[in-house]
């Protein structure tokens, strides 16, 4: 109900096309299941796509890529997002996402605990905070992940160091 409420909520407020993008695909936990639900729900807006469940994660992550920002449950999906500096709202049932949230933030920026989730004052609030803030977190992004990828560079070093 809340996630309906937050697709309501983004069609009325701005004149974007909402891309529903599966990242999970298994046999019993396949995301393109429940988005398929909603995009029956407003496909008449003609504001609404399903992307299909058989793309390469290149093929999703370029997508997401160019999208205004991103809203995911899905960890590499978020991080697809981030390392490409689209504006993120994360919809955390992890505390991996909270972690990464603060690693690029210094703080739990737009993300959404488990009990947040199927609340829609939350959701729609949230949003709303990240099209508000949508140039200052692309800003951070852009400083932050080239930090980030820096870091990673020089972890690797330091292991491939550890056998020479």
Not at 64 to 91: D, E, K, Q, W
């Amino acid at each position: 109900e809340a996630t309906v409420e937050l697709i309501k909520h983004i069609l009325s407020k701005t004149e974007s096309v909402i891309a529903l993008t599966p990242h999970v695909i298994d046999e019993g936990n396949d995301d393109s299941e429940l988005l398929k639900k909603l995009y029956d729900k407003f496909e008449n807006t003609n504001r609404i796509i399903l992307l299909p469940n058989n793309l390469t994660a290149i093929q999703y992550k370029g997508y997401i890529a160019r999208m205004r920002c991103f809203i995911g449950a899905r960890t590499h999906a978020t991080i697809a997002a981030y390392s490409n500096y689209v504006p993120t709202m994360v919809l955390g049932y992890s505390i991996k996402s909270r972690g990464i949230a603060k690693d690029l933030f210094g703080e739990e920026k737009l993300v959404l605990g488990i009990n947040d989730i199927s609340s829609k004052e939350k959701l729609t609030n949230g949003f709303d905070e990240l099209l508000r803030d949508e140039d200052k977190i692309r800003m951070t992004l852009e400083k932050k992940i080239p930090e980030i990828k820096k870091m990673s560079y020089k972890s690797a070093e330091y292991v491939k160091g550890l056998f020479n």
